[in-house]
């Protein structure tokens, strides 16, 4: 359900005008696209790389440093056991049907959502109603075509229910429906065929030997998990505590769309919380957030076909259930305010809970943090519990121990049925048989050998069914089955997983949409002109050094600047062009520099230079060190421009 | 020829007690190895990332920011067409041999060095010299493994020529010395197969259409050169300029070796600088560092059999042809000053020239940035001159302009013969046929439409063979070829590429070996222990902050500094361990840690603590907030520790 999206200054976002900007600013572009295209695969450009870095550095400022977790940097490549082990190889699918004429392959839930949202939009256009012009049925392909057609406020209900509850059908159930509602292609007119799993990882094959089969990792979770007992030691044992790992993962998606939001390769970071379960899961630091109120828009509300969201205080939420446990509400409240300091417009901010059938196959609860967008809202985090699905997976499958082992500072004495083989006896009565017997019986749960254990006390001896080996009979010569006292001193458990899971490339595009406003003509500008609004501390380029004109004097000062500002680390870009200061604001404006120092016939004579604010367009002068000290704390975060504005003169001299 | 390497302070290498070091502080550890492991597979440890996070950040600064390079962040994930025409799918090949016997895989050349080698080595035990114990070859597996056995020495010097030239070989001539040097596999007896090439390109399918071949990108270049275009214009099309782009590439090695040097998935910094080929490849900053000396092998030696390195400064060796130009020149002296930057021991740095057959199938020349480690000298950066080949290539392929266009100052006078056809002859006469026919014709060689126009005037018709055409004749009447008068007011070119390319793996692990030292006993530990002298700017923790004690009177004071320090961006570690301080330092000086702040009673009271160097161990005491900022300075790089010692008084107190 899309809405109309807003700028950051409330005008309605013309999405083609920041396609446009993007594209020419090379924040980002589609792939190969001289050799036509490849769907799903993008190239960032200049600016984009330098945003990207700086949500990521921010994003190990704020979580990996303030919060002390282990970083790991894990391969890509994965071999075939890991994944089936994770379940990946059977589960991570979409549904997938296929046009019975043409034979083009459709992904069933899009179908169905892009089906009905078309109906709908035209239901709208034939009740005089307006849609977005991006939304228009009768300009779309596919399943958005549609003639303008009136619908019985029954059905329109009906239809919305299905799209709230999009994300919970079955393969079988969206096959109903796209029958129920008879979802012909409009392409071939054909109902597309029942829908089949297709796998979403890409395959590939490791090494020189083919049957080497390997995939590209679907998440960068499995190798934190794999590395699990080697974190622990590294923490010298201690619990809780978090991994995380920024890298690339991999999708196979069947359509890719949505620019960067659904594509075949993306940057994650994600966290892996390792905690023990049976300490509630509370979290050390929950008291300091408790208080902090959240946007949630809840499971029974969505399965009541309902959007409605409620502002909660994460200790409520927690108190009454709502969010599970203190860790997952410890971080729900550290993604939100990464999101405020990234820059996001909190007010496009909301915590969707999943329901019961769209939750990934290892999680046993989830909250997304979504962002609203022109494409309506996105999933930008998940913040899931996934129990101790996996680190139980890999060690069942190659025996390695991925538990915590505790010391008990009260030893518990247990008390159990043990099987002992009498050697002299059972060794020569098996043979070679000897060691699968004894394995199997070892191995069989306590109530079973409480029965074993009367019976040879009753009868003398004993039978069984051995795999392999065939039925057994044992007499009570060969081996005892008996309760035995032990004194138990160590604990060992499975942690369980806290996993807030991050999509770099969709946050990084809410935020562009968040940060967009257009500024206009009377402003100062010649026409109308986008502006990106992103915080100091995140913009690619920080400063832009411009001479007034380009007049030879202004070269040495402006030099000695740009270098000052970049032995700080600071990015800067210098404008000389012949342009008017106006329209090299304006180009700079796109990019999102926030900060602009112009040096004028004043500077060359007395040293000082002007220092201007993207949004206010106010500006200060003051000696140059000054300003490239006032640009270093605004660049950090230690200061704002309204801190600026009172501790400098103002200047309005040459306004641009 | 691995030498005897020795540590930062000349002690021999023990390789085992760096290895067991760098496991035990997880500074990478081989991928998936609860499932067995798989090899060329790495994931690196909290420590590992951030010395890794420290270098590319480094690199960045250096490169990118300094000289204003365009940086792009392009996919991983490549299809078909653009490898095919960069010429990777036909050339990215080794020469693999297969063993009739056990049909176990063999790399040809590894092959030949790792047999001959063993047997230099088998000599020297034969006539009581010493060979380094990993070397020793009774006890190596497979090629390595011979019986001590004395050479001739002619044989000697034979075995040395073919060692220095190895890389220079082609798959047949690999070949030809497994026979003529009757290299057996010691595991079956059997000479291995004639050597057949093995693709090292991860292939996989792109979407759920199988016929979407892709491969996962062998380099990050051709990313880069598919967005030419782009650039250029993002560069307001100003030449020459350079790209950048950090990110993994992936080679499917026949056999992965030597821990991070030979791996399958790993990290890489390219950069593309793009100049006018009729410039002479001048570069503008030249002057700035052409009396540079650098330590070259250049291509003769090495094909004499030689490996004599020789120091010239890059001036002299531009001048004489050495170093072909002065871009690539530029680049080699930047390299230098990264490698020294981040701390490498430039007494264990060479560039070495490629030979002929051994460059890559898209170089025009070659530099190897080279360092030395206990596995021999490790290529670490290549500086290639790649020419126009693979702008030419994607154009070709696309028919995309992948050229500059240059408005020329003084417009040229062009002669040139043009084909004009009459359309209402030309077009009855041919009908369907009249564009291939004209399209053939236009695209004639000058030399041939000479010829052609000739006979037209002196014949009053030509005759062609077009293809899927067939033989044609055309009267004067149907066509005019004549030699016309063009004034060009615009040069269209192809840019060179000059491409330094940096494996950051290999890169990262040499700087370990170069940072290794083992401090003696009587320097206050225990026993001999392991040292990482990482330069502030490099190292993964800046400070281990620890109180003397675990007396809960320290901790407020502990808990300020972290604070402080982290607010700040510096990576603290505190160890509130009950261990002496000196075995608090030792863990930290494993872990590469250059700086320590001791909190002790008389710091509770006066706010004063001590600042410890690591690789000196001396210390000084000053009040909390300088002793900060004297941290602050020594991590950026703006002061060192003998600036310190200076400034701040020294501290005798307690000795760690």
């Known amino acids: 359900m899309a809405s109309n999206t807003t700028t950051l200054k409330g005008q309605p976002l013309d999405r083609p005008a920041l396609d446009a900007l993007l594209r020419r600013r090379m924040f980002y572009t589609p792939g190969f696209e001289i050799y036509g295209g490849s769907a799903g695969l993008f190239d960032m450009g200049p600016p984009g790389v330098t945003l990207q870095d700086n949500i990521i550095n921010l994003w190990k400022k704020h979580f990996i440093n303030e919060e002390a977790m282990l970083e790991v940097d894990t391969t890509v490549l994965t071999p075939y056991d890991v994944l089936k082990a994770s379940g990946h190889c059977d589960k991570f699918t979409d549904w997938m049907c296929k046009d019975p004429k043409n034979g083009e392959l ?72 796209i029958i129920k509602y008879d979802m012909k292609n409009p392409a071939t007119g054909a109902i597309p065929g029942e829908p089949k799993q297709f796998n979403l990882m890409f395959q590939t094959q490791i090494g020189p030997n083919s049957a080497s089969v390997g995939f590209l990792r679907p998440e960068t979770a499995q190798g934190q998990f794999l590395n699990f007992s080697k974190l622990l030691e590294f923490n010298n044992n201690a619990m809780p505590f978090a991994s995380a790992c920024v ?82 509400g410890y971080y729900l409240v550290r993604i939100n305010k990464f999101m405020e300091k990234i820059g996001v417009d909190m007010s496009k901010l909301r915590f969707r809970q999943h329901m019961a059938n ?146 770099i490339g969709r946050i990084m595009y809410s935020l562009i949409e968040h940060a967009y406003w257009t500024r206009a003509a009377d402003d100062g500008g010649d026409e109308a002109r986008g502006v990106l609004s992103f915080p100091p501390t995140i913009a690619p380029t920080k400063v832009l050094v411009v001479p007034l004109s380009n007049n030879p004097d202004f070269k040495p000062l402006t030099d000695k600047i740009c270098r000052k500002l970049t032995s700080q680390g600071i990015w800067v870009r210098t404008d000389i062009s012949g342009a008017t200061i106006g329209k090299r604001y304006s180009r ?39 300003i490239i000290e006032a640009v270093r704390s605004l660049v950090t975060g230690q200061k704002t421009w309204a801190d600026i504005e009172k501790e400098l003169p103002k200047f309005d001299g040459q306004k641009a």
């Open 106 to 177: 459709l992904r069933a839930d899009h179908w169905v959502k892009d089906t009905l949202k078309a109906r709908l939009n035209a239901n709208k256009l034939a009740r005089g109603e307006t849609v977005k012009e991006e939304e228009d049925p009768k300009k779309k392909k596919k399943a958005g075509k549609v003639a303008a057609q009136k619908l019985e406020d029954a059905v329109v209900q009906e239809y919305e229910e299905i799209l709230a509850r999009l994300d919970n059908y079955t393969g079988a159930e969206l096959g109903e429906l």
């Open 247 to 328: 890298g690339r993962s991999y999708r196979n998606e069947i359509s890719p769309r949505g620019g960067l939001l659904r594509v075949r390769e993306f940057l994650m970071a994600e966290i892996e919380h390792f905690v023990d379960p049976q300490s509630g899961k509370k979290h050390a630091r929950f008291d300091e957030v408790a208080d902090v109120e959240l946007v949630l828009l809840d499971r029974h509300t969505q399965q009541s076909g309902k959007t409605d969201v409620r502002k909660v205080s994460i200790g409520e939420a927690v108190k009454t259930g709502l969010v599970n446990n203190e860790t997952l």
């Open 358 to 503: 769209e939750m990934a196959h290892y999680a046993a609860d989830c909250w997304d943090c979504e962002l609203l967008t022109s494409s309506g809202w996105v999933e930008c985090v998940g913040c899931a519990d996934r129990a101790a699905y996996d680190l139980e997976a890999h060690a069942k499958r190659t025996g390695s121990p991925l538990t915590v082992r505790e010391r008990l500072e009260t030893p518990i004495e247990e008390e159990k049925y043990e099987v002992e083989p009498n050697r002299k006896v059972f060794g020569p009565l098996f043979k070679k048989n000897a060691k699968a017997v004894e394995n199997y019986l070892v191995a069989l749960p306590q109530e079973e050998l409480a029965a074993l254990s009367k019976t040879l006390t009753a009868e003398g001896k004993i039978s069984a069914t051995v795999p392999e080996v065939g039925e057994v009979s044992i007499e009570a010569s060969a081996l005892s089955i008996e309760l035995k006292k032990n004194i138990i001193h160590t604990r060992e458990y499975f942690p369980h997983v806290i996993e807030p899971s991050f999509g």
């Open 588 to 626: 700079n404006d796109e990019l999102g520099t926030p900060l602009g120092v112009t040096i004028d016939f004043q500077s060359v004579s007395d040293n000082t230079v002007t220092l201007r604010d993207r949004d206010s367009m106010t500006q200060v002068r003051a000696d140059e060190d000054v």
